[in-house]
């Protein structure tokens, strides 16, 4: 199994990305899928979720109204658009599969599965 994430870059504050996440030997279609984000020397955080049951979709506080996760079954690749980004969504952006219970979907130890992570850097 392998998740390969990508997309991530050098923006300016304002500018949008999409990071993509493309698996091989897992279909996402029977998975939650979700996204995290991790700075150096903290823990990671859960930033958006797509549940396999009802395709029902989270956000951290932080991404809701900006970031917007969707999956391609097709291609069997998810997204994560981030608009209007901030200094502060600097991270290394991780994408994840899995299949945890309602109460542990912003979990990060609730997943069985991780990309390698990209880097998203927001100058001011």
């Known amino acids: 199994v392998q998740l390969q994430a990508s997309g991530g870059g050098l923006v300016q504050a304002g500018a949008s990305l999409r990071l993509s996440c493309a698996a091989s030997?897992?279909?996402?279609?029977?998975?939650?899928v979700a996204w995290f984000r991790q700075v150096s020397g903290k823990e990671r955080e859960f930033v958006a979720v797509?549940?396999?049951?009802?395709?029902?979709?989270f956000y951290a506080d932080s991404a809701k109204g900006r970031c917007t996760i969707s999956r391609d079954i097709a291609k069997n690749t998810m997204y994560l658009q981030m608009n209007s980004l901030k200094p502060e969504d600097t991270a290394v952006y991780f994408c994840?599969?899995?299949?945890?219970?309602?109460?542990?979907?912003?979990?990060?130890?609730?997943?069985?599965?991780w990309g390698q992570g990209t880097l998203v850097t927001v100058s001011s």
């Open positions: 994840a599969a899995g299949r945890p219970i309602l109460s542990t979907i912003r979990d990060s130890s609730a997943y069985s599965h």
């Open positions: 030997g897992l279909t996402f279609s029977t998975y939650t």
């Open positions: 797509r549940t396999l049951s009802g395709g029902r979709t």
